[in-house]
């Protein structure tokens, strides 16, 4: 039997703490989600942090991630939390929520 070429969904809720916010993190997330072809949204929250709500394959999933760790050149991260949940068939694209 050949292996699995194709893997099932992976859905995540991301945590970004630190100077995430007013440095572009969201614009940044989006770029990176759609070459990931990951879907889900990114928005502010009020203590500072942003949280990434993705959907896609789970390569991609890791590798969004990762760049979450460091994100874009003026961000600077302390923690990231993640928090995996059930796959679903609502998110479509990747939009930037305020």
Do not use: Y
Not at 77 to 88: D, G, H, K, L, Y
Request: aromatic letters at 4%; one cysteine or more.
């Amino acid at each position: 039997m050949p292996p699995r070429v194709h893997s099932e969904p992976k859905r995540v809720r991301i945590a970004v703490h630190g100077r995430v916010q007013g440095v572009a993190f969201r614009a940044a997330t989006q770029r990176t989600a759609m070459r990931l072809r990951v879907a889900g949204w990114a928005r502010n929250l009020p203590d500072g942090s942003v949280e990434i709500l993705a959907q896609g394959a789970p390569l991609a999933i890791d590798e969004l991630i990762a760049w979450c760790h460091q994100g874009p050149p003026a961000a600077r991260v302390e923690r990231v939390a993640t928090q995996q949940e059930i796959v679903q068939d609502d998110l479509h694209g990747f939009r930037i929520r305020t």
